[in-house]
């Protein structure tokens, strides 16, 4: 089955600027690599080719494509399956655009806008780039550093929306948050004098999931400064990375925002490469504390934790999910 992803461009620096699709029937696939990929911004593209290509046929399962052996994210990362030498990698298709002068960044974002569905460059500047300038996002392609976005990676992991093309046989995966899960319908009683949470609360519940297992991971700390900055917020530091239980943060105003921030919390449980107990029971204290249907808050956990695909899909999800890391 394909499916979909987003990652981060190695020829503009744009984060979360391509488009990945993947292919468990791909020997490319299997050992790491994406069966293509396409820049939104720089509009360069890669196709993935393995040594296994020439094989009369591949080996079953979702292993190695040559051996058929079980590969880990090490091996994945190397695109190289250790046992039996089998490796993959990108080439690529088309060379990434140049931009030459300001007029020419604006062009890419106009057309990237487009293909969103937005309605022109300024409406995605705002929405993905922090508000930067055509002028800023020129200066910094320029100088080739590494452009920051907020593209909020799990709606594209979690939803066909934004990067699924109309009609494709790729589709991501639907989290059918209105078909298949319950919704909750019933507003919880929030003491009407109490107050409502804003941004920091926020943080401090997401940072509750970080520190569940104990001591708060690289990762963890680099997913809380990813959810500051989307939140405008300063980071986190020292002591309000620990556990908070519910009782102590006053939650979001809304259900729906209530919803949002558990199934961030569920993503915030990614950030270290595992789902570990002591972070899922942390969101369901949350989840039972603001009043979410437990049927409905089951369904999320299943879509989160990818129910049952194969290695090399957890493991391509969960990279472009907490992304951003396999920076070379
Ligand atoms: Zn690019
Ligand atoms: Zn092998």
């Known amino acids: 089955m394909a499916f979909e992803t987003h990652g981060n461009c190695t020829a503009c620096l744009v984060e979360g600027a391509t488009t990945e699709t993947w292919d468990d029937q791909a020997a490319c696939s299997r050992l790491g690599v994406a ?3 396409r820049c939104r911004m720089c509009l360069r593209t890669t196709e993935g080719v393995s040594s ?3 094989a009369a046929r591949l080996a079953s399962g979702d292993g190695c494509p040559q051996c058929g052996a079980t590969l880990d994210d090490a091996c994945y990362e190397a695109h190289r399956c250790p046992f039996c030498g089998a490796t993959a990698d990108a080439r690529e298709t088309e060379p990434a655009t140049s931009f030459p002068s300001p007029a020419d960044v604006a062009r ?8 969103e569905g937005l309605h022109d460059a300024d409406a995605l500047l705002s929405a993905s780039f922090v508000g930067a300038s055509v002028a800023a996002l020129h200066a910094a392609l320029q100088k080739r550093e590494v452009i920051e976005t907020t593209f909020d990676v799990a709606d594209f992991l979690f939803s ?4 699924a093309t109309a009609g494709s046989e790729v589709s991501a995966r639907e989290p059918s948050r209105s078909d298949d899960a319950p919704d909750t319908i019933r507003a919880p009683s929030i003491p009407s004098l109490r107050r409502v949470g804003g941004a920091r609360e926020e943080l401090l519940a997401l940072a509750s999931v970080a520190a569940a297992d104990g001591e708060a991971s690289p990762e963890d700390h680099m997913a809380l400064r990813r959810a500051a900055t989307k939140r405008n917020h300063p980071p986190l530091l020292g002591d309000d990375i620990r556990v908070w239980r519910p009782a102590e943060l006053d939650p979001p105003a809304t259900l729906s925002r209530r919803e949002e921030l558990l ?5 915030m449980a990614w950030a270290d490469g595992q789902f570990d107990p002591s972070e899922l029971r942390i969101v369901r204290d949350y989840g039972r504390a603001w009043g979410i249907d437990p ?4 369904a999320m956990v299943q879509v989160y934790t990818f129910g049952d695909v194969s290695r090399f899909e957890r493991w391509a999800r969960r990279l472009a999910l907490f992304l951003f ?4």
């Not at 199934?263 to 993503?267: A, D, I, S, T, V």
């Not at 049927?295 to 089951?298: A, G, I």
């Not at 890391?325 to 070379?328: I, L, N, T, V, Y």
């Open 325 to 328: 890391p396999a920076r070379s």
């Open 295 to 298: 049927e409905r808050l089951d």
């Open 108 to 115: 890419a974002l106009e057309r990237w806008a487009e293909e």
């Open 52 to 54: 296994a290509d020439t």
């Open 160 to 163: 066909a929306g934004a990067g």
């Open 35 to 37: 069966v293509a990929s």
């Open 263 to 267: 199934e961030e919390m569920l993503q």
